[in-house]
């Protein structure tokens, strides 16, 4: 975050980190707020087994994650839920079937800047396991665990592992 020096509205070399949440200018008025960007993560569930994709990118490359990703603008987070899951997997899952479970907070580092991000989980039950199609350039593998056999450590995000910690228990 430290990086960004130059200010997008004078063009001077006057921009300043506060160091948590926001740029200000001291040669003009701009400010920038580095705002908690939303980002959804689900839990598939069938019977006693969670549903897992293996990262394809950094960050957490080779990992576990669970479907899943940012919100766009204008979308509702249960629309984001549908979306990723038709985009990751190419399965078509009905919206009125997400169920929110709760948040936590978690830092996505991407390309030298750590975004700060709300991940809000929701479950998905599903009677039985599904096909699907990945989305290669993001997901490796698709692969269903027993919640008996996750370990927590091959998990990418500390706010899935803190998620289904408590979810699971």
Not at 83 to 91: C, F, N, P, Y
Not at 100 to 128: A, C, H, Q, W
Not at 132 to 152: P, R, Y
Request: aromatic share 14%; glycine share 4%.
């Amino acid at each position: 975050m430290e990086d960004l020096k130059f200010c997008p509205k004078c063009g001077k070399d006057t921009l300043i980190w506060d160091g948590n949440i926001k740029w200000t200018c001291s040669n003009c008025d701009f400010v920038l707020f580095n705002n908690t960007a939303a980002a959804v993560a689900v839990i598939i569930k069938c019977k006693n087994e969670l549903f897992f994709t293996v990262r394809n990118q950094d960050p957490g490359k080779g990992k576990l994650d669970l479907p899943g990703g940012f919100c766009d603008p204008r979308e509702s987070s249960e629309e984001t839920c549908y979306r990723e899951l038709h985009e990751e997997l190419d399965i078509v899952t009905d919206i009125s079937r997400f169920r929110y479970l709760g948040s936590r907070p978690n830092l996505y580092p991407y390309k030298n800047i750590v975004y700060n991000t709300m991940d809000l989980f929701f479950l998905y039950e599903v009677e039985e396991k599904f096909e699907i199609k990945l989305q290669e350039s993001e997901v490796s593998a698709g692969i269903w665990i027993a919640t008996s056999a996750i370990d927590f450590d091959k998990i990418a995000f500390e706010s899935q592992k803190s998620f289904l910690r408590s979810y699971i228990s």
